[in-house]
C-alpha cells in the first residue's frame, strides 16, 4: 500500500468509528503542507449486504476524502502495523520503515493480496 520511495501516510479507518471523522479532517488539513507525500485511507470493514462498497464510497465522500481509499477485509494492514485500535496512522518512508502514532518502529510485514510496493 506505501507508494515506492515516497514517504506515505497510511490511515486506518471505519465508517463507524467517530474520531475517524476528525483524523479524515486533520489529514486533510495538513496535507497540503508536504509535497511528495503520499495519503492512502484503508477500512478494514468487509463489504456485506449491510454495508456495500458504495456505502463505504459515501462515507469517504461524506468526509471529504480527496486521496486514495482502499478496503482491507482481512485485517492484513492491522496485522502488519500492530495497529490495536482506530484511527490508526503510520508513516512509512521512502525507505519502507515505519513509524506509526503509538511512537512504535518497525517495517511491517510486505505480504498478503493487499499490500503492492
Known amino acids: 500500500m506505501p507508494t515506492p520511495e515516497r514517504v506515505t501516510v497510511v490511515d486506518l479507518f471505519a465508517t463507524w468509528c467517530a474520531p475517524c471523522d476528525e483524523q479524515v479532517d486533520i489529514l486533510d488539513s495538513v496535507r497540503g503542507e508536504y509535497d511528495g507525500v503520499s495519503f492512502v485511507s484503508v477500512t478494514n470493514e468487509r463489504p456485506s449486504e449491510s454495508l456495500t462498497r458504495a456505502d463505504i464510497a ?52 510486505r505480504s498478503g493480496p493487499n499490500w503492492t510496493p
Do not use: K, Q
Request: with cysteine; hydrophobic share 35%.
Open 58 to 109: 459515501d462515507w469517504w465522500a461524506e468526509n471529504d476524502g480527496a486521496w486514495t481509499v482502499g478496503i482491507d477485509p482481512g485485517s492484513e494492514l492491522m496485522a502488519a502495523f500492530g495497529a490495536d485500535g482506530l484511527p490508526y496512522v503510520a508513516i512509512v518512508d521512502a525507505e519502507g520503515r515505519c513509524s506509526s502514532n503509538t511512537g512504535d518502529s518497525s517495517t511491517p510485514t
